[in-house]
């Protein structure tokens, strides 16, 4: 039996967010190896470099999984797939779900074709603040400081990242 490590992932939404983002969510927590165990509030940015588009949606989860990073990333299709997610050539284009693991307990590195951690939790707010919400404690090497403390660098306002009221989803 393979150990379960932790691992992060964030899930967007910018099209029926209040469907798709609790419907992926009880997907993952669905699958063999994955165990699903916090869950963020919502928050809502606006779309990046697409004035006009639907606001996004974003959780974080923190997982406990026996699946390896390419393992969980077919995963993750699996589910975009079953919530109508199209791959475009526009990575910011309005979608139904997105689900992208950004960090990977004991991984540094390019893994089937995606940079873990990914670089982005440091420049933006709509990833950082979530995660710093289900695993404020951790540290990866490449940042050299807490998710807590990268969310509290960010100025929300300005960024237009704000905590949706209500329970979340966990």
């Given amino acids: 039996m393979t ?3 932790r691992a992060l992932v964030v899930l967007g939404s910018s099209i029926a967010p209040e ?3 609790p419907a992926a969510v009880a ?3 669905a699958c063999p190896g994955i165990e699903v165990i916090a869950v ?3 928050y809502e940015s606006p779309p990046l470099d697409r004035p006009g588009d639907p606001w996004f949606h974003n959780v974080a ?3 406990e999984t026996t699946l390896s990073p390419a393992d969980l990333r077919r995963e993750f299709r699996a589910v975009e797939a079953l919530l109508g997610r199209v791959r475009s050539g526009d990575p910011y284009a309005p979608r139904p779900i997105d689900v992208d693991l950004v960090a990977f307990e004991g991984v ?3 893994v089937a074709g995606t940079r873990l951690p990914d670089p982005d ?3 933006r707010a709509y990833l950082a603040v979530p995660l710093a919400e289900v695993a404020p404690d951790w540290v990866d090497a490449s940042f050299g400081r807490s998710l807590r403390e990268i969310a509290a660098g960010f100025d929300l306002a300005a960024e237009q990242v704000r905590r949706l009221p209500g329970p979340g989803l966990g």
């Fill in 40 to 42: 963020s509030g919502v």
């Fill in 3 to 5: 150990t379960p490590r």
């Fill in 27 to 29: 997907r993952l927590a």
């Fill in 19 to 21: 469907k798709n983002l």
């Fill in 61 to 63: 989860l923190a997982l």
């Fill in 121 to 123: 939790i440091a420049k």
């Fill in 108 to 110: 540094e590195g390019e």
